[in-house]
């Protein structure tokens, strides 16, 4: 009898040696679980920073103003969503109908655009910039300069050079070719978030 207490005794005993050996393990490695990234590298946005593209009013969220120019950032109120050129579109539209990706028209503001791709770490956007026969055209109307072509990109030649054969929409690239942040034509079924911009309405 003494030798089965002594038994039961020396089970349990190993018993919570592997329970205590289990929990330990266990908070052991899960220190060393795998991160899940999202949206290639940037800080998936907490629930308190995005923020709905429209107001409590229902104005659409404006998140810079400069000149007669008022500036939607898509990537903050959808949580980093990347869409196709058209549906890039319908996004700014959906904001107001006077919205529509950005038209860059002086230097000033590409120097802006490109300033905000950088200081938001993205990797690329839609601008409102669509081929038009043997040119291009802004969805504003005004005339298009092209100010800030790319000298390079896949087949290493400046654009835009429709390597694609259908690259019919105007994207910025963050130093994709190791060209810094410059404009590249783009085959418009890709994806990427967009700057949606308005003029200032007249008071």
């Known amino acids: 009898a003494r030798e089965s207490i002594i038994s039961v005794a020396e089970k349990m005993k190993l018993l919570l ?68 050129h058209s549906r890039a579109v319908s996004y700014c539209k959906g904001l107001g109908s006077e919205w529509a990706p950005v038209s860059i028209e002086t230097t000033e503001e590409n120097n802006y655009v490109t300033g905000v791709v950088g200081s ?50 105007l994207a910025i690239l963050n130093d994709f070719y190791r060209d810094g942040i410059k404009w590249h034509d783009v085959a418009c079924h890709h994806t990427k978030p967009t700057i949606c911009e308005r003029k200032v309405p007249a008071v």
């Open 17 to 84: 040696v592997l329970g205590f050996l289990s929990a330990a393990s266990a908070q052991f490695f899960s220190g060393f679980r795998r991160p899940f990234f999202f949206n290639r590298g940037r800080p998936t946005p907490s629930p308190s920073t995005l923020s709905s593209s429209s107001s409590n009013t229902g104005e659409a969220v404006v998140d810079e103003t400069r000149g007669d120019s008022e500036y939607h950032y898509s990537w903050l109120h959808d949580g980093f969503r990347e869409y196709p």
């Open 120 to 169: 938001h770490r993205l990797n690329w956007i839609w601008t409102g910039g669509q081929r038009a026969g043997a040119g291009w055209r802004w969805p504003s109307g005004n005339a298009f300069s092209g100010l800030g072509w790319s000298h390079t990109g896949g087949f290493r030649r400046p654009q835009p050079d429709n390597r694609e054969g259908n690259e019919n929409c």
